[in-house]
T-cell receptor, first 110, second 114 residues
Framework: AQRVTQPEKLLSVFKGAPVELKCNYS??????LFWYVQYSRQRLQLLLR??SRESIKGFTADLNKGETSFHLKKPFAQEEDSAMYYC????????????FGQGTELSVKP | KAGVTQTPRYLIKTRGQQVTLSCSPI?????VSWYQQTPGQGLQFLFE???????NKGNFPGRFSGRQFSNSRSEMNVSTLELGDSALYLC?????????????FGPGTRLLVL
């Protein structure tokens, strides 16, 4: 079965500390993975996707097929990073659908 | 380019009623997907439309239905509302809904069923 797991519901760090939001997936095909972020009172927006291999707002994520993981990392957290983060797996079967993890709330304290 | 828009933004209904939500995708996008977001179940896929055809459907009862018009705008209908249908309903659009495409989300319609 296709599944995305984000084991931490809440992650609290201090400003300047490193951050790692965990994401594990279960999928028999070739995965296409995304991180979406939802800031307070804003819409869900794309943060980054594994295919692009880019860094957005200092965040990076590497797909590890051996460990079936796509963890999101940032070396130095900022207060403005506080938000809900969702890891999502795109399944394509005559049309794409996203399978989301439960989300991790990141709280960056001053 | 204007983003994905959804109307209305808020709705209050009572049990047994039906509701229709609307989504206008980004200009040029022909694939529209719908998701339900609740505190307990998180974000769950409802269905996806492309060129007025439903291509994909999630595990929701038949009370949840949708359609897409020739201009790619989409509507979602929920009949015989239940308390558990209270949720944020999100619409997302992409160019063609093919592998690897990014889905762009609207602000959502918050539905409260009393």
């Amino acid at each position: 079965a296709q599944r995305v797991t984000q084991p931490e519901k809440l992650l609290s760090v201090f400003k300047g500390a490193p951050v790692e939001l965990k994401c594990n997936y279960s999928y028999s095909g070739s995965p296409e993975l995304f991180w979406y972020v939802q800031y307070s009172r804003q819409r869900l927006q794309l943060l980054l996707r594994h295919i692009s291999r880019e860094s957005i707002k200092g965040f990076t994520a590497d797909l590890n097929k051996g460990e079936t993981s796509f963890h999101l990392k940032k070396p130095f957290a900022q207060e403005e990073d506080s938000a809900m983060y969702y890891c999502a797996l795109l399944i394509y079967n005559q049309g794409g659908k996203l399978i989301f993890g439960q989300g991790t709330e990141l709280s960056v304290k001053p | 380019k204007a983003g994905v828009t959804q109307t209305p933004r808020y709705l209050i209904k009572t049990r047994g009623q039906q509701v229709t939500l609307s989504c206008s995708p980004i200009s040029g996008h022909r694939s529209v997907s719908w998701y339900q977001q609740t505190p307990g179940q998180g974000l769950q896929f409802l269905f996806e439309y492309f060129s007025e055809t439903q291509r994909n459907k999630g595990n929701f009862p038949g009370r949840f239905s949708g359609r897409q018009f020739s201009n790619s705008r989409s509507e979602m209908n929920v009949s015989t509302l239940e308390l558990g249908d209270s949720a944020l309903y999100l619409c997302a659009s992409s160019l063609t809904g093919t592998w690897g495409e990014t889905q762009y989300f609207g602000p959502g319609t918050r539905l409260l069923v009393l």
